[in-house]
């Protein structure tokens, strides 16, 4: 891949809160029809990482690029406009609000017309395969399915870069391989890019074409999935201590 095929680029990015440097000089570089990982311990700024790129709030120092252009102070609603959604670690759907009604709110983003917010919706739901439960509420969703219907409410704003927070940790063996194939799926189908966070090494193995590895802010590896599972910083920093964890 050359320059042309970056989407998504940010560059040497520092978030400070208070004292802590929870990102430090970290850049990454996203092409498209990607699948990126970032992974990392608990703490090492991968949501941040996410608030910085989805202009939920600035980064202290560094840049954000979508197709080669520099943008300006990103916030939350340019970052959508431009093609960016992501899913939030913690979901917090309209709990009164149906499936269907909670994925039309992804929808508005683009339309003031709640008929065309509804066939959006109606599509996303039927690419996810989620329309059976398109009339459950958000108070009344298994885990498994908030998180597909959080997808499908970043979906439904047409994204060409989607961010995946975590979307599959938490989730029994079933769950998860439903989920890790309905993100290939997304890939396949809908020509989305896409950077997953995610603590499930099995799906960040079987998902991602390239890996970073975030640890207290810092890039400690870059490489497709075999490096990674084979370096050996990312073992002593992480992945032994979490096979110490899971076992
Ligand atoms: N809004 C905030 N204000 C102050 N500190 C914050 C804020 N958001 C994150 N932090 C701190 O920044 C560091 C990185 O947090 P972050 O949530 O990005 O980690 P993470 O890699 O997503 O971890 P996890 O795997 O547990 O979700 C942590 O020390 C966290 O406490
Ligand atoms: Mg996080």
Redesign the pocket.
């Known amino acids: 891949m050359n320059e042309r095929d970056i989407v998504l680029e940010a560059k040497k990015i520092e978030k400070r ?1 208070g004292g ?1 440097k ?1 990102i430090d000089d970290f850049s990454l570089h996203l092409y498209k029809g990607e699948i990126l990982g970032l992974i ?10 996410f608030n910085i790129i989805a202009g939920s709030f600035p980064a202290t120092l560094g840049e954000i690029y979508v197709d080669g252009k520099l943008v300006n102070k990103p916030q939350s609603h340019q970052m959508a406009r431009m093609g960016v959604a992501r899913t939030y ?1 913690i979901v917090r759907p309209f709990s009164n609000l149906t499936v269907l009604e909670n994925t039309m709110v992804g929808a508005f983003l683009n339309t003031g017309n709640t008929e065309t917010a509804r066939r959006k919706a109606r599509e996303i739901l039927a690419i996810l395969k989620l329309e059976g439960k398109a009339d459950i509420r958000g108070k009344d969703l298994t885990l498994i399915d908030l998180k597909r219907m959080e997808v499908a409410r970043a979906l439904a704003t047409e994204p060409r870069i989607l961010l995946l927070d ?1 979307v599959i940790a938490g989730l029994n063996p079933t769950g998860r391989d439903m989920v890790i194939e309905m993100i290939s799926g997304i890939r396949e189908t809908m020509g989305v890019s896409i950077i997953i ?1 995610e ?1 499930v090494m099995k799906a960040v193995m079987k998902l991602c074409d390239r890996i970073y590895v ?1 640890n207290q802010g810092k890039l400690i590896a870059e490489g497709a999935p075999l490096e990674i599972s084979s370096n050996e910083a990312v073992i002593q920093s992480y992945l032994g201590v979490k096979k110490h964890a899971e076992n």
């Open positions: 809160f802590l929870a990392g311990p608990n703490g090492a700024g991968k949501t941040t990482m670690q975590e966070i603590h975030l």
